[in-house]
């Protein structure tokens, strides 16, 4: 069984660029959430999407989106970077029960 | 508002039993996670407390207690292996449900 495919692994950008990073759950899995990871403050929730509906969303600013297809792909965009979004970006699917999250292993970005 | 709380870093000694600590705040709360994550690595769970008591699973047992808004995760027969930051996190519930996490303990242990 698949796990959490996250593409790219790594990305380069320059701050004012937007950028899209993907996120396939593993098969069954209709819940994908969202977090940002950094040193200093762990992991912050963006949002978690459930059939294509946004259901929850964290405190981040409007230069981040999401959106999630009918296959349960998810797609999160962050436009109009800035140094402050470098991070790794962890994406976690589930079934919403006690087995709680099954993460990717996250696109690191960098914002220069 | 919504706070967890754990220790930042603690370190212990191969073979010995090491006991992090996690205190919340939260409303809606629906459960508690524990997760580890290596260095440079995805996080894992590891267990899950919707009720208060212990639960064990092989070395590793996480206790909680609601009315108290605390847990803790105790790791038995420690190996170097159990070196990387364990990650309190909680349930939530209010109009839709997410998982909320604490910043993460660092374990180090030393041969």
């Known amino acids: 069984k698949a796990g959490v495919t996250q593409t790219p692994r790594y990305l380069i950008k320059t701050r004012g660029q937007q950028v899209t990073l993907s996120c396939s759950p593993i098969?069954?899995?209709?819940?994908v959430s969202w977090y940002q990871q950094t040193p200093g403050q762990g992991l912050q929730f963006l949002f978690e999407?459930?059939?294509?509906?946004?259901?929850n969303k964290g405190n981040f600013p409007g230069r981040f989106s999401g959106r999630q297809f009918s296959n349960s792909r998810s797609e999160m965009n962050v436009s109009t970077l800035e140094l402050g979004d470098s991070a790794l970006y962890l994406c976690?699917?589930?079934?919403?029960?006690?087995?709680?999250?099954?993460f990717g292993s996250g696109t690191r970005l960098t914002v220069v | 508002g919504q706070n967890i709380d754990q220790p930042t870093e603690m370190t212990a000694t191969e073979g010995a039993i090491v006991q992090i600590n996690c205190t919340y705040q939260?409303?809606?709360?629906?459960?508690l996670f524990w997760y580890q994550q290596h260095a440079g690595e995805a996080p894992t769970f590891l267990s899950y407390?919707?009720?208060?008591g212990l639960e064990e699973k092989g070395r590793f047992s996480s206790f909680l207690s609601r009315s108290k808004g605390y847990s803790y995760l105790l790791l038995k027969e420690l190996q170097m292996k159990d070196s990387a930051s364990y990650l309190c996190a909680v349930r939530v519930y209010s109009s839709a449900s997410k998982i909320i996490f604490g910043s993460g303990t660092r374990l180090s242990i030393r041969p």
């Open positions: 407390n919707v009720l208060d």
């Open positions: 939260t409303s809606g709360f629906n459960g």
């Open positions: 976690a699917s589930s079934l919403g029960d006690s087995r709680g999250y099954t």
């Open positions: 999407y459930f059939s294509e509906t946004q259901r």
């Open positions: 098969s069954g899995h209709r819940s």
